[in-house]
């Protein structure tokens, strides 16, 4: 999980727990270096398409064989954006064109996450589950599966009242 680290990584030398802007950090007595741990940021992407939403089933895990949103952390130095459409690639095939901010979310816990949602067209691409997804399939209000994380079922309960 998001541990902090015991060494420096500048130095090598041992961290110790020290008061520093406003909280307890690991700092470096040698150098200086203060270690921030950063929230995790998480992007999901809905999309639509006929009255159906695109999930993936889960391949790994955590709650591996369940089903949620296309989704997936954002690497360091990547826009959130790009995340959307490179995990909904790598999971589903299909190429997306983000629509707009859906919402933002923040799970507290041992590893804090910020998830960033994005409603997105599908505009092209061939269905077929890849990366960590076991399927990918469209799915009618009729027919959802059981989801998984907190997130994917807000944004289903918000698209449920639509209808
Ligand atoms: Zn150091």
Not at 18 to 26: I, L
Not at 79 to 108: C, N
Not at 112 to 140: C, H, M, P, S
Request: aromatic residues 12%; contains cysteine.
């Amino acid at each position: 999980m998001n541990r902090p680290p015991n060494f420096c990584p500048q130095c090598g030398t041992p961290l110790q727990d020290a008061p520093k802007f406003g909280a307890v950090r690991r700092v470096c007595p040698n150098c200086d270096y203060v270690h921030f741990n950063d929230p995790k940021v998480a992007v999901v992407t809905f999309i639509t398409q006929e009255n159906r939403v695109l999930l993936v089933k889960r391949g790994v895990e955590p709650e591996e064989g369940q089903w949620a949103l296309p989704a997936g952390y954002v690497d360091y130095g990547e826009d959130p954006r790009e995340t959307a459409i490179r995990e909904t690639y790598e999971e589903t095939g299909l190429h997306i064109e983000i629509q707009s901010l859906f919402d933002v979310m923040f799970y507290r816990g041992h590893n804090a996450v910020i998830v960033i949602i994005y409603q997105a067209n599908a505009i092209g691409g061939q269905l077929q589950a890849g990366d960590d997804a076991a399927e990918a399939k469209w799915f009618a209000p009729t027919e959802l599966p059981e989801l998984a994380f907190e997130s994917s079922r807000a944004v289903i309960r918000k698209w449920l009242t639509q209808f």
